[in-house]
T-cell receptor, first 119, second 109 residues
Framework: DAGVIQSPRHEVTEMGQEVTLRCKPI?????LFWYRQTMMRGLELLIY????????DSGMPEDRFSAKMPNASFSTLKIQPSEPRDSAVYFC?????????????????FGAGSRLTVL | GDSVTQMEGPVTLSEEAFLTINCTYT??????LFWYVQYPGEGLQLLLK?????DKGSNKGFEATYRKETTSFHLEKGSVQVSDSAVYFC????????FGAGTRLTVKP
């Protein structure tokens, strides 16, 4: 398995532009998570999907951020319009997740991340 | 809600020193606990896990024991190597996956 695949690995854009980050989870995983990592805030959970349905988007910073999962093998995180404070590394992770499970099934496999710089 | 608090970094040690990174958690139920490691320029990787009280997770010389009475899951290694230099994250899963702030470890030769 190629693991979780994210694209682009690096993106530099100007303030006000639309940014779309993409993620292909591991085949067979039923849950997908988007995280943002910055020096100031650490690793923040933005949103997660279970069986393609958004379960918790309370971490999405504001209306400029949106995420979709049209099918089990693809998800996007969109920022429109982008701002300099959105500069961060965005990670996608997938799992065979069971909410409330205590059997250790909820192991996340992370992608390599998308480093976004908004000028 | 559920949360994880881990030791502030950075931590700098000499090779072969003993490592402890503290982690405590708050949860309403019976979470599983994890340590993940992030090497420079990479995503997080699972290091070890424990799914119930008194379980000990171990991998690559690292260990952590799930202590329900103290709500802790401290990471330990008896003798660190330069290659262990990375950021370590304690994490908890119950209804989603929550991470601590991360602790940067630097091991000097």
């Amino acid at each position: 398995d190629a693991g979780v695949i994210q694209s682009p690995r690096h993106e530099v854009t100007e303030m006000g532009q639309e940014v779309t980050l993409r993620c292909k989870p591991i085949s067979g995983h039923n849950s997908l998570f988007w995280y943002r990592q910055t020096m100031m805030r650490g690793l923040e959970l933005l949103i997660y999907f279970n069986n393609n349905v958004p379960i918790d988007d309370s971490g999405m910073p504001e209306d400029r951020f949106s995420a979709k999962m049209p099918n089990a093998s693809f998800s996007t995180l969109k920022i429109q319009p982008s701002e300099p404070r959105d500069s961060a590394v965005y990670f996608c992770a997938s799992s065979s997740f069971k909410g409330g499970a205590s059997d250790g099934a909820n192991v996340l496999t992370f992608g390599a991340g998308s480093r976004l710089t908004v000028l | 809600g559920d949360s994880v608090t881990q030791m502030e970094g950075p931590v700098t040690l000499s090779e072969e020193a003993f490592l402890t990174i503290n982690c405590t958690y708050t949860a309403t139920g019976y979470p599983s606990l994890f340590w993940y490691v992030q090497y420079p320029g990479e995503g997080l990787q699972l290091l070890l896990k424990a799914t119930k009280a008194d379980d000990k997770g171990s991998n690559k010389g690292f260990e952590a024991t799930y202590r329900k009475e103290t709500t802790s899951f401290h990471l330990e290694k008896g003798s660190v190597q330069v290659s262990d230099s990375a950021v370590y994250f304690c994490a908890l899963t119950e209804w989603d996956m929550r991470f601590g702030a991360g602790t940067r470890l630097t091991v000097k030769p």
